[in-house]
């Protein structure tokens, strides 16, 4: 009978045995898949760069970057004054007030004057004034002239600005000593 004992008591030793190597197995393959589940949001949080440019965005140009001068050109008194408060409201610069010094009668609604470098310039306040004429009389210098002629009743609606978008992102600068 004592082998039989033994015999038992040999095999409920294996059978425990074997039953505790199950639980740690389990629970250190527990552990390592929380650890695992753990560090993905460590990875997956950190920034990646993407695509970026170098090409600084342009700036339109504003009614505040431009100088103005107003010329009346009828004989209408005060005009180039009304004409100028009004182009102060849109954030025009006006530089000088007075009639025409050429001296010229316009029967349009009004006369942009401008040379090379104010040509954007003279672009911008056209579109404030949709109806006047283009004039490069080749001056130096980005003031323009807005000389009010005949048929002028007043400034254009104000236009929409379009505001510039860029879809990547400003590439960080390396300067490199040699």
Known sequence: MSEVVDEDDRTYRVRRQRRSTIVIAVVLLSLAGAFYYASTYFRDTTPRPGPCTTEVPEQPLRPADVSLNIYNSTDRRGLAAAVARSATTRGFKVKAIGN??????????????????????????????????????????????LVVGQAWKSFGKVPVVA?????????????IEG
Do not use: W
Request: hydrophobic share 30%; glycine share 6%.
């Open 100 to 145: 025409d010094p050429k001296g010229v009668t316009i029967k349009q609604v009004a006369q942009i004057r401008f040379g090379p470098e104010g040509a954007a310039s003279a672009r911008l306040l056209k579109t404030h004034v949709p109806q006047a004429v283009y004039l490069n009389d080749k001056r130096k210098g980005d003031t323009i002239d």
């Open 163 to 175: 505001t510039p978008t860029q879809t990547l992102r400003q590439c960080p600068t390396v300067t």
